[in-house]
């Protein structure tokens, strides 16, 4: 979830790709590599893992990081992406396509092709998150007096007298 700047909470984002062919035990085996892992160490052990599965999960981690880059734009934050964590990912079993081989003397062999979803989330390390809020707080503070300051002078060059509250006349 993407939160305001000056606020405490932790950016996060996540992608899925659904329908993958390929059984969920293989593609779990490399999931389980990058589990909490940095996100720079999490792209390096895809890179050189020999396992077709790593292609794929590589492509649904590159699209994660993206969304976080678009949330934290969105929400005005800024966003080191090496801070960024692999906080969740895991593999859950899709549809299963039934399939049938020949068979000898005219029949039919039934098989199942296994199909996977795959969650990759990404979340912003918890100490980076609490030095973004207090960084944009600082700013927000120092641009609080600057505001406040022009929008008096303003008042007092257009002569102006402050406004008393409404429907309360003076006696």
């Given at each position: 979830m993407?939160?305001?700047?000056?606020?405490t909470?932790?950016?996060?984002?996540?992608?899925?790709?659904?329908?993958?062919?390929m059984?969920?035990?293989?593609?779990?085996?490399?999931?389980d590599?990058?589990?909490?892992?940095?996100?720079?160490?999490?792209?390096?052990?895809?890179?050189?893992t020999?396992?077709?599965?790593?292609?794929?999960?590589?492509?649904?981690?590159y699209?994660?990081?993206?969304?976080a880059?678009?949330?934290?734009e969105?929400?005005?934050?800024?966003?080191d992406?090496?801070?960024?964590?692999?906080?969740?990912?895991?593999?859950?079993?899709?549809?299963?396509?039934?399939r049938?081989?020949?068979?000898?003397?005219?029949?039919?062999?039934?098989?199942?092709?296994?199909?996977s979803?795959?969650f990759?989330?990404?979340a912003?390390?918890?100490?980076a998150?609490?030095?973004r809020?207090?960084a944009?707080?600082?700013?927000?503070?120092?641009?609080?007096?600057v505001r406040?300051?022009?929008k008096?002078?303003?008042?007092?060059?257009a002569?102006?007298k402050?406004a008393?509250?409404?429907?309360?006349?003076?006696?």
């Amino acid at each position: 979830m993407a939160t305001l700047p000056g606020t405490t909470g932790v950016i996060e984002a996540h992608a899925i790709l659904r329908h993958l062919r390929m059984s969920p035990q293989k593609a779990r085996l490399v999931v389980d590599l990058i589990r909490g892992k940095s996100v720079e160490a999490a792209r390096q052990i895809l890179r050189y893992t020999p396992k077709r599965a790593a292609r794929d999960i590589s492509k649904v981690l590159y699209s994660a990081i993206a969304n976080a880059r678009q949330k934290a734009e969105d929400a005005g934050a800024s966003l080191d992406e090496d801070t960024l964590i692999v906080s969740r990912c895991f593999v859950n079993e899709g549809q299963r396509w039934k399939r049938l081989r020949p068979a000898p003397m005219g029949r039919a062999f039934r098989y199942q092709r296994r199909t996977s979803h795959i969650f990759v989330g990404v979340a912003e390390h918890h100490v980076a998150a609490q030095e973004r809020a207090a960084a944009a707080a600082a700013e927000a503070e120092s641009h609080k007096g600057v505001r406040g300051a022009m929008k008096k002078a303003r008042k007092a060059l257009a002569g102006k007298k402050p406004a008393g509250r409404p429907g309360k006349k003076k006696k």
